[in-house]
């Protein structure tokens, strides 16, 4: 609301954002504020949910007992992590039948990252150490966001993610040092992830024209390059170390500052996918209307079954 | 479908802290879905779940502007026994948030007492508390609107998560290079 600027209320929430305070659900904020939270929590949510896709067709494929427990306990946890995210966002007046519609009608994004297909077991392995490594990196970002349930949710998936992450990395790093077939499956892995987990967060500061207000709002803490340089700082050292090569040929270190600089990134696929050219988008959807139309008898059932406890059944 | 408020107990002795929400076709439907939102890693003791519109939520910003007898007496919704207002005691939780530090839980039970009302029951537990002005947030539920998970179901609904140590990170190490190594 254009009379939002300047008001009492505003000049309050912005000096409650400046002392690092959570805004509560009940407290008073701009209306552009709840929608680009709404927004920004509901396309979380929905990578959450769509994000289970990739890896949950390898469940049935996974090498031994160990390795596929702790699938299922990964996707388990991603469809937890949309739970968490769902219910921030209603904190803010969104309701879940709405979300979910916006997600299977295309109006609504989910990252990027999750339309492309997982063509290998290693697949798995490197989703969980470059995708979940550059989420949490986002994440950790987030969980300072000032809007309270946002930033709890985030602390908690955190926790739970950096499982994820590692056991990403241990798979990997075993690859890496396994036969040389395990080795090519490894390269080939961090070859076809590497560029996609670097698009994930987002385009460069200076194509990003949302970063600044939201910067302000205390809901981002950090920009979408300095998240990126923060994933690769970190990873570039641990997969150099696991023997493999990451596919930039730019890729250099500034003994400066100490930052690995990256070569361009083809910004012409990232939108592309975006706007849903991607290798698996209408996939990834078809998936998603498949398992909603599948569970309209569990609805069906429950609100049916509501109703009866309720005692307005067609059977009362 | 209903939406219900979450709230885990830790160990024995702790706090019930609202966690989140589920959507559920009644209590017992809440507290199975909870269980798999909330507990999938310990711990968990306890469960309780609350209809989203039982709970009377205060943030300090809406006390500093606002009634407190604004608060609807949504008890007699769920208990259908006290529909005129304020005629009889019955118990009310209370809960807090008391930080704006980093956490994964929102506000934290910190005590039940009688009153006719959410309204008399936030005043009451305002009047007893020496930092009420200290307060960031207030959650009033009438005791009748909550359902808990049963003493019974709590070894098999929580004590499993114990053994699946594969879900903890720190069964896997700091990996290559080690942790000194990240975030230059």
Redesign the interface.
């Given at each position: 609301m254009e009379r939002d600027e300047g008001s009492a209320e505003a000049r309050e929430f912005e000096a409650r954002i400046a002392r690092?305070?959570?805004i509560?659900?009940?407290?008073?904020m701009p209306d552009a504020y709840r929608t680009q939270l709404i927004r920004m929590i509901g396309q979380h949510a929905h990578s959450e949910i769509v994000g289970m896709l990739p890896e949950g067709a390898w469940i049935d494929k996974a090498p031994s007992l160990?390795r596929k427990?702790?699938l299922v306990?990964k996707v388990?946890?991603e469809a937890?992590h949309g739970?968490?995210l769902y219910?921030?966002a209603?904190t803010l007046g969104a309701s879940?039948d709405e979300m979910t519609e916006a997600l299977l009608a295309g109006k609504a994004k989910y990252s990027s990252v999750f339309n492309y297909p997982t063509l290998t077991w290693a697949d798995v392995g490197m989703i969980g150490w470059l995708v979940d490594g550059a989420a949490i990196r986002n994440q950790l970002m987030l969980?300072?966001c000032s809007y309270?349930?946002y930033?709890?949710?985030m602390?908690?998936i955190c926790?739970?993610e950096?499982?994820h992450?590692?056991?990403g990395?241990?798979m990997i790093?075993l690859y890496a040092a396994g036969t040389p077939s395990q080795r090519r499956m490894a390269q080939d892995a961090l070859d076809r992830w590497w560029w996609p987990s670097l698009m994930m967060l987002g385009p460069h500061d200076a194509d990003s024209p949302n970063t600044p207000q939201l910067v302000a709002w205390g809901i981002k803490t950090k920009t979408n390059d300095q998240v990126r340089q923060?994933f690769i700082?970190?990873h570039v050292?641990?997969l150099q170390?696991?023997g493999l090569t990451i596919p930039d040929p730019a890729l250099v270190r500034d003994d400066v500052t100490?930052?690995w600089r990256h070569g361009p990134i083809d910004w012409d696929e990232f939108w592309s996918v975006v706007k849903g050219n991607g290798p698996c988008n209408a996939e990834r959807l078809a998936a998603r209307q498949k398992a909603h139309d599948e569970g309209r008898w569990v609805?069906d059932a429950?609100?049916a079954?509501?109703a009866r406890?309720a005692g307005t059944g067609l059977d009362a | 479908m209903t939406r219900w408020e979450v709230f885990k107990q830790d160990t024995v002795g702790k706090p019930y802290q609202a966690v989140g929400s589920v959507h559920a076709a009644d209590a017992q439907h809440a507290l199975l879905t909870a269980a798999h939102v909330f507990a999938r890693r310990p711990s968990a003791h306890s469960l309780w779940v609350v209809p989203a519109d039982s709970i009377n939520s205060r943030t300090a910003q809406e006390l500093a502007t606002r009634e407190v007898q604004d608060m609807g007496s949504t008890a007699d919704a769920v208990t259908g026994t006290v529909r005129d207002e304020g005629s009889r005691e019955q118990p009310y939780h209370v809960f807090r948030k008391s930080s704006h530090r980093r956490s994964m839980t929102f506000v934290d039970h910190v005590g039940t007492l009688e009153a006719t009302s959410p309204a008399a029951a936030l005043d009451r537990a305002m009047a007893e508390a020496p930092d009420a002005a200290q307060a960031l947030a207030w959650w009033v539920v009438p005791a009748a609107a909550v359902t808990a998970s049963s003493e019974a179901d709590a070894a098999s609904w929580f004590e499993p998560a114990k053994d699946k140590t594969y879900k903890q990170q720190s069964l896997y190490g700091a990996g290559p290079g080690g942790s000194s190594r990240r975030n230059p």
């Open positions: 690092g305070e959570k509560e659900p009940g407290d008073w160990r427990l702790i306990a388990q946890d937890g739970q968490y219910h921030a209603e879940r969980a300072q309270g349930p930033s709890r949710a602390v908690r926790s739970e950096t499982f992450h590692k056991q990395r241990e790093v923060e700082n970190e050292p641990e170390g696991a100490g930052d609805r429950l609100d079954f509501a406890q | -």
